[in-house]
């Protein structure tokens, strides 16, 4: 049985369903799996293009380290970054590290930092229903802010 998980836009209302992809990202599938729900404020990448994330403390034990690997995302991938403590830039995370967990809706994305260089992703599930309402959504992030947006994964059982 294919597991699946929500991905929800709370304050503009929008969800989407995402199918994990346990035979390519096993490790990370169950990581996030077993940590849902997950969630936090959304944002709108800088640099990566066509990403919309959050950023949410550490939850794996162990770090499931990088599988099914991309560098170009594609539009339905759903993406689980590590950086460890020292690696971001947000304070809370600082001493921690951050996961950050991220949606891409558009396509020509490249995961590149220009204080860290190449970060590859985990793409770990793909989103099967209401991408086009989603990526809507998502392009309103980039163009009207995301002020007050929260981004929130939960299961489907």
Known sequence: MVRRMEVVLEKRG????????EEEAPRTCEAVW????????AYHAKFASNEVYTLVPPFADPEPGLENATMTPIPRDVIYFYLPPGQTRTPEFLETGVVDLAIFYARNNLLFSPSLGPVPGTVFATITENFEEMARACDSIWREGFAGERLVYRRLE
Do not use: K, S
């Open 34 to 41: 077993q940590a849902l729900p997950q969630g936090g404020q």
């Open 14 to 21: 929008v969800r989407c369903v995402a199918e994990l992809l």
